[in-house]
């Protein structure tokens, strides 16, 4: 079982929660007799989740809290970035997020930072600044390739905005939340 260690939350511009399950120099952590109530409850409040490869990070924190805690969370479900891609016509063979972020954002991340395994159990303070450049981008490019990829999903099916707007009896902004909701 790999245990988690970083829990990375947000959209890398407006907010970005990063919770760290401390690992001490010897690889080995004692777990905590509790976590906070309030802990579950905000991670089983949140929406759907997105990522890359976001199921088995979900399947893996559950077992994860299943075993230290003895409960599970309630997750409200996941939508992985790749099945958007592929929604919004993407072809290529790959979908790993290097591939994503590159081709689908033009960004291109500093890979080896994400590699430092035995490190990511650190203080998100004690982390190299590349590190913790990492984590924050890694949200953000994640958050950027969901909207980007949403949107492409709305344009494509819903070409004619006001032909949309009028048959729906909706604003453009309302539409779009209900779309997005969906």
């Keep these: 079982l790999t245990w988690p260690v970083k829990m990375q939350i947000g959209n890398g511009y407006s907010y970005a929660g990063i919770v760290t399950f401390h690992v ?15 802990f579950i409850e905000f991670l089983e409040d949140l929406p759907l989740v997105t990522g890359c490869g976001i199921r088995n990070d979900l399947v ?13 969370v309630k997750f409200r479900g996941s ?14 063979k790959k979908t790993n997020m290097f591939t994503l972020a590159f081709v689908g954002a033009g960004v291109l ?9 035995d490190k990511w159990g650190k203080k998100f303070k004690n982390l190299d600044p590349s590190m913790q450049c990492y984590a924050v981008c890694d949200i ?8 980007t990829f949403l949107t492409t999903i709305l344009y494509n099916w819903f070409p004619d905005q006001k032909a949309t707007c009028s048959y729906t009896k909706s604003r453009p902004f309302d539409f779009v939340q209900k779309f997005m909701q969906w």
């Design 24 to 38: 001490p120099e010897t690889g080995y952590a004692a777990k905590p007799s509790t976590i906070p109530k309030a």
């Design 60 to 72: 893996i924190i559950n077992k994860f809290m299943k075993i230290a805690y003895g409960r599970e």
């Design 79 to 92: 939508v992985d970035i790749s099945v958007l891609a592929v929604l919004a016509g993407w072809t290529l």
């Design 109 to 117: 991340m500093n890979k080896l930072s994400s590699i430092e395994y």
């Design 140 to 147: 953000k490019v994640g958050w950027l390739l969901a909207v």
